[in-house]
């Protein structure tokens, strides 16, 4: 080689060494795409991982947790000694005096008394968990009361299945029922004048607080929640 050909030779072979080590680089990120370290990757958004099918078969610890507390229903019920989170019995499951549901396995009850009013307005909770979901669907399926009943229609579903149910007398008690998985909840709201809203909204947040529990999170979720997220939906 001669000397005239080296500076030709030195500037052929930085241009290939320049060429492969930019190769080598990622592309500059777009602005507004997500990061995700080391991984080449966009993150998956962000999923709820607390809106599941109830599975787990929870403590009665995170069974009683799970069961709203005064303060996390419907404005103006009373805490304290008119309201009691109470364990449940079996029969709580099935329809008046019949047999404890196959399958059962424990339930729990919440009883809220409305505040400044003269008709009682109480708000009667039953929730129980099952062995498995077919007999939670069971269950759940022979629970519901018919006798002068009319269904009430409800913009969304609660669980996996859910039905609203208005009394042809009584002030208009309203019956709500849901199924997420293995557990079903009842929700009863005296002189409700043939408005879900209230049993929509505890049945709602009963349900976020079990799956809350089983996410190995605190039962946090309360009625007013689910009122502003379907009003925000609207």
Not at 31 to 42: H, Q, W
Not at 191 to 217: E, F, N, W, Y
């Amino acid at each position: 080689m001669t000397r005239s050909h080296l500076p030709i030779t030195v500037a052929l072979v930085a241009c290939l060494v320049l060429s492969a080590c930019s190769g080598d680089k990622e592309p500059p990120a777009q602005a507004g795409a997500p990061f995700a370290s080391g991984t080449g990757k966009a993150p998956q958004p962000f999923k709820d991982d607390t809106d599941v099918p109830l599975t787990k078969q929870l403590s009665r610890g995170e069974f009683t947790q799970a069961i709203p507390d005064a303060e996390d229903v419907v404005p103006n019920y009373y805490p304290g000694s008119l309201h009691k989170r109470l364990e449940g019995e079996a029969d709580d499951c099935a329809l008046t005096d019949a047999p404890a549901p196959p399958g059962w396995k424990q339930s729990g009850r919440g009883e809220y008394d409305y505040q400044g009013s003269s008709r009682s307005r109480a708000l009667d909770l039953s929730v129980c968990q099952f062995d498995n979901a077919a007999h939670a669907k069971t269950a759940y399926d022979q629970w519901q009361e018919k006798n002068e009943m009319t269904p009430v229609k409800m913009p969304g579903q609660v669980g996996e299945e859910s039905v609203f149910l208005a009394h042809s007398g009584s002030g208009g008690t309203v019956y709500g029922y849901a199924r997420s998985g293995t557990v079903i909840v009842r929700i009863r709201a005296e002189d409700a004048g043939a408005d879900p809203s209230d049993a929509h909204d505890v049945l709602a947040a009963t349900i976020k607080r079990l799956q809350q529990v089983q996410a190995g999170r605190r039962a946090t979720a309360t009625a007013a929640e689910i009122t502003a997220a379907e009003q925000a939906r609207r």
